[in-house]
Antibody
């Protein structure tokens, strides 16, 4: 079964750090670009970051640029999101989502994890 | 304020046809593919329409997408109670180098 499983969420103080993980199974992880997308309580979807298959290209939303870092370890079938200088407005469910087409294409997100919840408290 | 604009709500009765609009600009919808996602409360989003008008396997043909210029729409025909969900449009924005989403439309089946 093609699957993405996020972990690492939790309660953190404002200004603190957290590292999210996303573990893939059921497909060749190294062949797909991956995104992080978040959803604040009661709000809509907000794209956070994107990384290509090799990790050579990364994009970030302006709201997290300079504070969050996306990375991947293809040998471990894992994606990461290092979140620093966390703010109240970073409180959300964080999803990892696979790019639809194998390769470094900006295409739809066809496989999503169940999400991990990050709560930033001041 | 979302880069892509959707109506916050839409509604219809069973069997009806409803449409949800999504408007943007030349840097996103006007120059790139448009995607639609469906989300039920407490669950992850699901890709519903890709590349403007293509359906992934498993998506009923009651769902259809279209795009014209800087606007797009999602149509749901033969509305069913299980279609009650939130719907989001999304596109890559060349100016922002970012994926942008609409604010979402909550569909209610009356």
């Amino acid at each position: 079964e093609v699957q993405l499983v996020e972990s690492g969420g939790g309660l953190v103080q404002s200004g603190g750090s957290l590292r999210l993980s996303c573990t893939a199974s059921g497909f060749t992880f190294s062949s797909y670009s991956i995104n992080w997308v978040r959803q604040a309580p009661g709000k809509g979807l907000e794209w956070v970051s994107y990384i290509t298959t090799s990790g050579s290209t990364k994009y970030y939303a302006d709201s997290v640029k300079g504070r969050f870092t996306i990375s991947r370890d293809n040998a471990k079938n894992s994606l990461y999101l290092q979140m620093n200088s966390l703010r109240d407005e970073d409180t959300a469910v964080y999803y990892c989502a696979r790019g639809q087409i194998s390769g470094d294409y900006l295409d739809g997100m066809d496989v999503w994890g169940q999400g991990t919840t990050v709560t930033v408290s001041s | 304020q979302s880069v892509l604009t959707q109506p916050p709500s839409a509604s219809g009765t069973p069997g009806q046809r409803v449409t949800i609009s999504c408007s943007g600009s030349n840097s996103n919808i006007g120059g790139n593919f448009l995607y639609w996602y469906q989300q039920f409360p407490g669950t992850a989003p699901r890709l519903l329409i890709y590349r403007n008008d293509q359906r992934p396997s498993g998506v009923p043909d009651r769902f259809s997408g279209s795009k014209s210029g800087t606007s797009a729409s999602l149509a749901i025909s033969g509305l069913r109670s299980e279609d009650e969900a939130d719907y989001y449009c999304a596109a890559w924005d060349d100016s922002l180098s970012a994926w942008v989403f609409g604010g979402g439309t909550k569909l209610t089946v009356l």
